[in-house]
Structure formats: structure tokens, C-alpha cells
């Protein structure tokens, strides 16, 4: 009998523990959501640094969170800290093999370090899982990365395959113009940056990519109005607008 009630004592205070746990759990589950959420919104307001911070408190609470450690690489990256960044994607995909928005960023990350075939392997993969919601974003920079490594046809493939699955995306069309350009087939890049512009017209990089065209083949009268348009679509006077000018003095001398 005394046994029995020992044994009885024992579980009683074994469950009161693990409701115990439990109940800590969840509250420490609440507060990385809590600090989650307030990076994320520093995040959307565009202060960057601050958003890290409180995802980096969140970390510490919820280390095996997998989409904390993917947001947490993404801030790394657009601050430009790569090398940080690196971890954390490889984490968010060790924590969750099925994740390619992280595969997609990851690759995105080794196009920034220059290493195009890990880049090409990561947009592979995401591309390739039938639960990524947005392909033709890895299609799109698995063509950059074909860009970059000089393989521009297997590049336009990509970027054909992008366009049929969204047909209005204009980024895409501008980097299709860009490699049909280095291959010297002028009207086929002059048709997309002309698409580029149809479906965005504040696109500023594709004014300017269809002036510079214009400015190769001579044609300097549509080359002019092309780089007036890019300096009036770059509202906040930045590159696109600066080489725009500097090609404009040139038709202008």
C-alpha cells in the first residue's frame, strides 16, 4: 500500500512538472512571437537594424524556429552582411529540408558572393518543389546566375520559362533583354525592354536599358527620349537617372 502511494505521489508531481514545462514553453514561444513581430514591422518601415535586433531576441528564445532564422538571414543579407547571413539559411534549412522561399533566398545570397554554381544548385531546387508558391522568381534568378556564369542561352531559357508562368514580369523581361543584347540580337532585346516598360512604365532600369540600345544602334533620337524617361521615372535621382544624364550629354555634344 505504501508503495502504491508513493508511486502514485510520484506521478502526480511528475505531471504537475511537465504542465509546469509546458506552460513555460508556451510562454517563452509567445514572447519570440511577440519580439517576431515588432522586428518584422521595423523590417517593413525600412529600419533595418532595428528589426534585427528584436529578431535576434526572438532567435535566442526560439532558436528552432525555422522561419526565424530565414528572416533573420534575409536581414543579414539586404544589410549587406553575407557572411552572417550564410548561417542562418543554412539553419532555417537543416530545421525545415522543405523550405524553398529559404532555398530561393540562399541562392539569392550566392549570387551576391559571386558563387554561381551554388547559386544555380539552390534555384534548382526551389524550382523544382512543387509547393513553392512563386517559380518563376527562382526561374527568373536561376537565369541570372546562367547570366553571369556566360551561358546565355540556357539564361534566356529561364527567363522565357519565368515569363510564360507570369507573363507581366517585367523585371524578368528586362534581364531577357540583357542577354539577348550580348548576344547581338538587337530587336529581340529591343521587344523586351519595350515589354519591360508596357507592363511596369515607372521601370526606370528598362527606359535606361532601351536608351543605351538606341545609343548603340545609332539611333539617337529614341536613345534621347528613352534616358529622358528614365530620369523622370528614377524620382529619387538615383543611378538609373545618373548614368541616363551622363549617356544624354554624350548625344547632346
Known amino acids: 500500500m505504501l508503495i502504491r502511494t508513493i508511486y502514485i505521489t510520484i506521478i502526480a508531481l511528475f505531471s504537475l512538472t511537465c504542465v509546469s514545462c509546458a506552460g513555460n514553453q508556451a510562454a517563452t514561444k ?3 512571437t511577440a519580439f517576431e513581430n515588432l522586428g518584422m ?3 517593413r518601415e525600412g529600419n533595418l537594424r532595428a528589426g534585427l535586433a528584436k529578431l535576434l531576441e526572438a532567435v535566442k528564445l526560439d532558436p528552432e524556429n525555422p522561419d526565424l532564422q530565414h528572416e533573420v538571414g534575409i536581414v543579414y543579407r539586404n544589410l549587406g552582411e553575407y557572411k552572417l547571413a550564410l548561417p ?3 539553419k532555417a534549412l537543416a530545421l525545415r529540408p522543405r523550405f524553398p522561399e529559404a532555398q530561393n533566398n540562399l541562392g ?3 549570387l551576391l558572393l559571386k558563387d554561381w ?3 544555380v544548385e539552390c534555384f534548382q531546387k526551389a524550382m523544382n518543389d512543387v509547393l513553392y508558391k512563386t517559380p518563376r522568381i527562382a526561374y527568373n534568378n536561376l537565369g541570372l546566375a546562367y547570366y553571369n556564369k556566360g551561358e546565355y542561352q540556357k539564361a534566356i531559357d529561364r527567363y522565357r520559362h519565368a515569363i510564360k508562368l507570369f507573363p507581366s514580369y517585367s523585371r524578368c523581361y528586362r534581364n531577357l533583354g540583357l542577354a539577348y543584347e550580348v548576344l547581338d540580337k538587337w530587336n529581340l532585346a529591343i521587344d523586351a525592354y519595350e515589354k519591360a516598360i508596357f507592363f511596369a512604365p ?3 532600369a528598362a527606359h535606361l536599358s532601351l536608351g543605351t540600345i538606341y545609343l548603340k544602334l545609332y539611333q539617337n533620337k529614341k536613345a534621347a527620349e528613352a534616358l529622358r524617361q528614365a530620369i523622370k521615372t ?3 535621382a538615383g543611378p538609373y537617372a545618373e548614368e541616363a544624364r551622363r549617356l544624354l550629354k554624350k548625344i547632346e555634344q
Do not use: M, N, P, S
Open 88 to 90: 542562418h539559411f543554412k
Open 234 to 236: 528614377d524620382r529619387k
Open 108 to 110: 539569392t545570397l550566392y
Open 117 to 119: 554554381d551554388r547559386a
Open 41 to 43: 514591422a521595423h523590417v
Open 30 to 32: 509567445k514572447k519570440a
Open 202 to 204: 515607372e521601370y526606370a
